[in-house]
């Protein structure tokens, strides 16, 4: 069975930190593996990573993923408390249909 | 672009009623997914179409679920009847086949009493 696992389920920082997500997966036809955020409203897109070692980078957002060990991390450096959201992490599970992890809850504090 | 469009934003409903949640994807997409969330079992993926005809409804809970998809600017998820547990937070999303990034509708938040 497909599965997408995240970790921590939940972490509070104070602005300035960096934090690290994790997100490991099992699934059996690989395409890529999809990164959102989600604060009160819809999950809105961060990431699509396809390749390994490859880091896509937004802002002070960035991402990895390693296909051998079957995880990606998402690090926020600088955190601020506009960062304060549910990150979510989406793998393939058979064709063009993805499922989600439980999500980390990231609150940072002023 | 408008984005994903979905009514009602919020729908409170006593139980056994019947439930019809819109959903107006992005013009030009061709896949379109509906998406249930709630605290307990997170984001879960009910059914998506592709050029409006159900490929996969492995994830519709039960028979009282039912979805349509008539043309390609509309889609229907309807609850009959409604049970309190129905209670979620439905989105909708589309996406163009080979762009994975799934765009979000703003949800519709269901209350089923």
């Known amino acids: 069975e497909d599965k997408v696992v995240q970790s921590p ?30 604060e ?12 390994s070692g490859i880091e896509k980078k937004s802002g002070r957002l960035s991402s990895i993923l390693d296909k ?3 995880f990606s991390i998402l690090n926020i450096t600088a955190t601020q408390t506009g960062d304060s959201a549910v990150y979510l992490c989406a793998g ?14 990231l609150k940072v504090l002023a | 672009d408008a984005g994903v469009i979905q009514s009602p934003r919020h729908e409170v409903t006593e139980m056994g009623q019947e439930v019809t949640l819109r959903c107006k994807p992005i013009s030009g997409h061709d896949y379109l997914f509906w998406y249930r969330q709630t605290m307990m ?11 409006n005809v159900p490929i996969d409804d492995s994830g ?26 129905d209670s979620a937070v439905y989105f909708c999303a589309s996406s163009f086949a080979g762009r994975e ?13």
Request: net charge positive; proline share 6%; glycine share 6%.
């Open chain 1, 92 to 105: 393939p599970s058979g064709t063009y249909k993805y499922i989600f992890g439980t999500g980390t809850r």
């Open chain 1, 9 to 38: 389920l939940s972490l509070v920082v104070h602005e300035g930190d960096t934090v690290t997500l994790n997100c490991s997966y099992e699934v059996t036809n690989f395409r890529s593996l999809l990164w959102y955020k989600q």
């Open chain 2, 101 to 113: 990034t799934q765009y979000f509708g703003p949800g519709t938040r269901l209350l089923v009493l």
């Open chain 1, 40 to 51: 009160k409203k819809a999950p809105t897109f961060l990431f699509m990573l396809t390749s």
């Open chain 2, 41 to 51: 079992r997170g984001l879960e993926l009910l059914i998506y179409f592709n050029n």
């Open chain 2, 60 to 85: 519709m809970p039960e028979d009282r679920f039912s979805a349509k998809m008539p043309n390609a600017s509309f889609s229907t998820l309807k609850i009959q009847p409604s049970e309190p547990r």
């Open chain 1, 68 to 70: 051998k060990e079957l």
